[in-house]
């Protein structure tokens, strides 16, 4: 069993950064692929970021590659994303997940989440 707890969501004007972190405990952390996935209201939840230590990959969805860093730190079992120049349809729910991730990009390959935290880019 895996719990995430996230933070470092809140409101930031557009253009503006933010970090979010997402703590675990319990199973060996560095064995699972981490993801970040987001969910705006009447929405489906969306895919953003993901890393997978063992093969030292990192994957982004073509909306935030250039603006988004997924990070994780094995020794503090804590995984962050740097999110820069957001923008207002950044606004979401942002939720960690950890699981096979085969395929990275796929809700369905995580088997834990965290609660989810709150980002709102006003514009």
């Known amino acids: 069993q895996v719990q995430l707890v996230e933070s470092g969501g809140g409101l930031v004007q557009a253009g503006g950064s933010l970090r979010l972190s997402c703590a675990a405990s319990g199973r060996t952390f560095s064995g699972y692929t981490m993801g970040w996935f987001r969910q705006a209201p009447g929405s489906e939840r969306q895919f953003v970021a993901a890393?997978?230590?063992?093969?030292?990959?990192?994957y982004y969805s073509d909306s935030v590659k250039g603006r988004f860093t997924i990070s994780r730190d094995n020794a503090k079992t804590t995984v962050y994303l740097q999110m820069n120049s957001l923008k207002p349809e950044d606004t979401a729910v942002y939720y960690c997940?950890?699981?096979?991730?085969?395929?990275?990009?796929?809700?369905?390959?995580?088997?834990?989440w965290g609660q989810g935290t709150q980002v709102t880019v006003s514009s």
């Open positions: 997940a950890a699981g096979r991730g085969r395929p990275p990009t796929a809700s369905n390959e995580y088997d834990y």
């Open positions: 890393n997978r230590w063992s093969f030292g990959s990192t």
